[in-house]
């Protein structure tokens, strides 16, 4: 029965060109049109391939005859080597149409490109038929031109595919950008690059940006370097980034969302961000990202800049942190710092962090204030601190400074540091408080003298910097004057044997203690010259204590054991004068 309609079929469509037989007169199936023979056969797989007939033909993939092997006429399966990638729906391309009829021989490629929803078409890159070394209607390869740089499998973006189409032509740049930037909401291409129709890079290229957009590219624009890990912002704002990078190292407590919060797209561009309020950036330098007052103290002086730059000056002993230890982050912004405690800071000079006429004492001036103050009051400036307190101490913070031993400070003035009485004796009066008050309350004569009027500057000496000579007495009394049975006569301090030069309750500043020549330290009152009287040369109550009395052992009157012979009672140096050394009279 079946070989019966066979033949019946055949003889049918023999008689279809006899002459004197009926002829068909309606017009023949699109697909039919299109592709002959083949479909009526497989009119299924035309009518899919329809839409690319303009392109494509069955003997375009079907080239061989081979008779008998299916039917009359009928052709072999292509090979490998011409259609590399079949689609696995046959000749049905459904979510691969938009490829056109590339996608039938190139299904593999044009899956990849249709994944990412490109935009793209294959003849976007493949531009010229290459019929006789390809096949009919088959495209060229892109030149560098206009591919300057695919990634390795040309049509499969992989890690890339955040970045869309353009990394099928510039993977280079997409590739370094990947890695710090690669993946955020925040960067596309399209947000410097913005597509404009009939560019003529091709068919949904783009725009290079301008420089409002872009006001500052990288030195190589898709490739910061060690600036990159100021994120995003270092593409179109490099300057910047490398300021940063070269002030602080890689972003990390600091970073641009530190201060720029996340603003409107519309306002800067695509995931712009707004400039910092007042509140969170008080003091801005002129140029913010590269600061020049106060730099050397890093990421706070991008905000705090008149605070740094008065900090400036003592910056090698002296930072932020020695104050501001313990991050508070959230508190002013991220990675912000607290207020110092007062068992840090027991005398904060102010907000402003200004020393001004504090100035000499240095960083210390900053947390000790009050002593720094009481020190200038008291003329006692030019000591600073780092005479008396030398060592470095880390119990008491930072740099912190030992206090100084006696033999540095022998009579210290007091933990103010300051004392308004003593202030005519300048800075003599820390390490010297009692002979100060003593010269204080007895004066040297009559005279308001101060200690530099004696002491001349003497740099170097075993005393320690700036410590001050001692003048000989002659100086201002005459170099006539001689002294009595001295040891060290010839001295600078020959004449305090027997006179007290910072001040005495006694007259002429004779001290009030006197060491006999046996070596006993005596007591002595000296308050009148009536010679032979209490308080004089000679006492009438007490026999040996008097001025003259207290060293003579061996004379023939007035001794210190109170004996020896009546003499006169007229004042002494009447007869023994002083310049002579109490020798007598001639």
């Given at each position: 029965?079946?070989?019966?309609?066979?033949?019946?079929?055949?003889?049918?469509?023999?008689?279809?060109?006899?002459?004197?037989?009926?002829?068909?007169?309606?017009?023949?199936?699109?697909?039919?049109?299109?592709?002959?023979?083949?479909?009526?056969?497989?009119?299924?797989?035309?009518?899919?391939?329809?839409?690319?007939?303009?392109?494509?033909?069955?003997?375009?993939?079907?080239?061989?005859?081979?008779?008998?092997?299916?039917?009359?006429?009928?052709?072999?399966?292509?090979?490998?080597?011409?259609?590399?990638?079949?689609?696995?729906?046959?000749?049905?391309?459904?979510?691969?149409?938009?490829?056109?009829?590339?996608?039938?021989?190139?299904?593999?490629?044009?899956?990849?490109?249709?994944?990412?929803?490109?935009?793209?078409?294959?003849?976007?890159?493949?531009?010229?038929?290459?019929?006789?070394?390809?096949?009919?209607?088959?495209?060229?390869?892109?030149?560098?031109?206009?591919?300057?740089?695919?990634?390795?499998?040309?049509?499969?973006?992989?890690?890339?595919?955040?970045?869309?189409?353009?990394?099928?032509?510039?993977?280079?740049?997409?590739?370094?950008?990947?890695?710090?930037?690669?993946?955020?909401?925040?960067?596309?291409?399209?947000?410097?690059?913005?597509?404009?129709?009939?560019?003529?890079?091709?068919?949904?290229?783009?725009?290079?940006?301008?420089?409002?957009?872009?006001?500052?590219?990288?030195?190589?624009?898709?490739?910061?370097?060690?600036?990159?890990?100021?994120?995003?912002?270092?593409?179109?704002?490099?300057?910047?980034?490398?300021?940063?990078?070269?002030?602080?190292?890689?972003?990390?407590?600091?970073?641009?969302?530190?201060?720029?919060?996340?603003?409107?797209?519309?306002?800067?561009?695509?995931?712009?961000?707004?400039?910092?309020?007042?509140?969170?950036?008080?003091?801005?330098?002129?140029?913010?990202?590269?600061?020049?007052?106060?730099?050397?103290?890093?990421?706070?002086?991008?905000?705090?800049?008149?605070?740094?730059s008065a900090v400036s000056p003592v910056h090698a002993s002296l930072t932020c942190e020695v104050c501001h230890a313990a991050t508070s982050p959230g508190y002013y912004g991220r990675g912000h710092r607290t207020?110092?405690?007062?068992?840090?800071?027991?005398?904060?000079?102010?907000?402003?962090?200004?020393?001004?006429?504090?100035?000499?004492?240095?960083?210390?001036?900053?947390?000790?204030?009050?002593?720094?103050?009481?020190?200038?009051?008291?003329?006692?400036?030019?000591?600073?601190?780092?005479?008396?307190?030398?060592?470095?101490?880390?119990?008491?913070?930072?740099?912190?400074?030992?206090l100084p031993d006696a033999g540095g400070v022998p009579s210290f003035v007091g933990v103010n540091h300051g004392d308004a009485l003593l202030r005519p004796f300048g800075a003599c009066a820390f390490c010297h408080?009692?002979?100060?008050?003593?010269?204080?309350?007895?004066?040297?004569?009559?005279?308001?003298?101060?200690?530099?009027?004696?002491?001349?500057?003497?740099?170097?000496?075993?005393?320690?910097?700036?410590?001050?000579?001692?003048?000989?007495?002659?100086?201002?009394?005459?170099?006539?004057?001689?002294t009595h049975q001295d040891p060290r006569a010839g001295s600078p301090s020959e004449c305090a044997v027997c006179h007290d030069p910072h001040g005495s309750d006694n007259a002429f500043l004779l001290a009030r203690?006197?060491?006999?020549?046996?070596?006993?330290?005596?007591?002595?009152?000296?308050?009148?010259?009536?010679?032979?009287?209490?308080?004089?040369?000679?006492?009438?109550?007490?026999?040996?204590?008097?001025?003259?009395?207290?060293?003579?052992?061996?004379?023939?009157?007035?001794?210190?054991?109170?004996?020896?012979?009546?003499?006169?009672?007229?004042?002494?140096?009447?007869?023994?004068?002083?310049?002579?050394?109490?020798?007598?009279?001639?």
């Amino acid at each position: 029965m079946r070989r019966a309609v066979l033949l019946l079929l055949a003889s049918t469509l023999a008689a279809c060109g006899d002459s004197g037989s009926t002829v068909y007169q309606g017009s023949p199936p699109a697909e039919a049109s299109a592709f002959g023979e083949c479909a009526f056969c497989h009119q299924t797989q035309a009518q899919q391939v329809l839409p690319f007939a303009a392109d494509l033909r069955c003997t375009t993939c079907h080239a061989q005859r081979l008779p008998g092997f299916v039917g009359r006429g009928h052709r072999a399966l292509p090979a490998a080597s011409l259609v590399p990638a079949f689609p696995a729906s046959g000749h049905e391309l459904g979510a691969l149409r938009a490829m056109g009829s590339c996608a039938y021989c190139h299904a593999e490629k044009a899956n990849s490109l249709n994944t990412g929803d490109l935009g793209l078409r294959c003849t976007d890159c493949h531009r010229e038929r290459l019929s006789p070394e390809y096949g009919p209607h088959h495209q060229s390869l892109p030149a560098p031109s206009l591919v300057p740089n695919p990634p390795p499998d040309p049509h499969d973006l992989q890690d890339l595919s955040f970045w869309g189409k353009c990394a099928l032509c510039h993977a280079e740049q997409a590739t370094s950008l990947a890695q710090p930037f690669g993946g955020t909401a925040a960067t596309a291409c399209t947000t410097c690059h913005r597509e404009v129709p009939g560019m003529p890079y091709g068919r949904g290229h783009a725009s290079r940006p301008g420089a409002q957009r872009v006001p500052d590219p990288a030195l190589e624009p898709h490739r910061p370097q060690a600036e990159a890990s100021w994120g995003d912002c270092a593409l179109c704002h490099n300057r910047a980034a490398r300021s940063l990078e070269a002030l602080l190292g890689p972003a990390g407590a600091l970073s641009c969302a530190t201060c720029h919060p996340l603003g409107s797209t519309s306002d800067f561009g695509p995931a712009h961000r707004l400039l910092p309020a007042a509140d969170l950036v008080p003091d801005r330098q002129p140029d913010p990202h590269a600061p020049r007052e106060g730099a050397a103290f890093g990421e706070c002086a991008l905000c705090h800049r008149s605070i740094a730059s008065a900090v400036s000056p003592v910056h090698a002993s002296l930072t932020c942190e020695v104050c501001h230890a313990a991050t508070s982050p959230g508190y002013y912004g991220r990675g912000h710092r607290t207020f110092p405690p007062a068992s840090l800071v027991p005398a904060f000079l102010g907000p402003a962090h200004e020393l001004g006429k504090q100035g000499v004492f240095g960083s210390c001036a900053f947390c000790h204030s009050d002593k720094a103050e009481a020190m200038r009051n008291s003329g006692a400036a030019e000591l600073g601190c780092l005479l008396c307190h030398e060592q470095e101490l880390g119990p008491f913070g930072p740099q912190h400074r030992s206090l100084p031993d006696a033999g540095g400070v022998p009579s210290f003035v007091g933990v103010n540091h300051g004392d308004a009485l003593l202030r005519p004796f300048g800075a003599c009066a820390f390490c010297h408080r009692a002979t100060t008050e003593h010269a204080v309350e007895f004066g040297h004569g009559n005279l308001e003298i101060e200690c530099d009027l004696c002491h001349a500057a003497a740099e170097g000496t075993p005393y320690g910097p700036g410590h001050a000579s001692i003048t000989g007495c002659a100086t201002c009394h005459g170099s006539e004057r001689r002294t009595h049975q001295d040891p060290r006569a010839g001295s600078p301090s020959e004449c305090a044997v027997c006179h007290d030069p910072h001040g005495s309750d006694n007259a002429f500043l004779l001290a009030r203690f006197v060491r006999a020549p046996n070596g006993e330290l005596v007591p002595l009152r000296f308050e009148n010259v009536r010679g032979l009287a209490d308080g004089s040369f000679a006492s009438v109550s007490g026999p040996g204590s008097g001025l003259c009395e207290v060293c003579h052992s061996a004379t023939r009157f007035f001794r210190n054991d109170g004996r020896g012979e009546p003499h006169f009672a007229f004042p002494c140096f009447t007869c023994h004068p002083h310049r002579l050394g109490f020798s007598v009279r001639p």
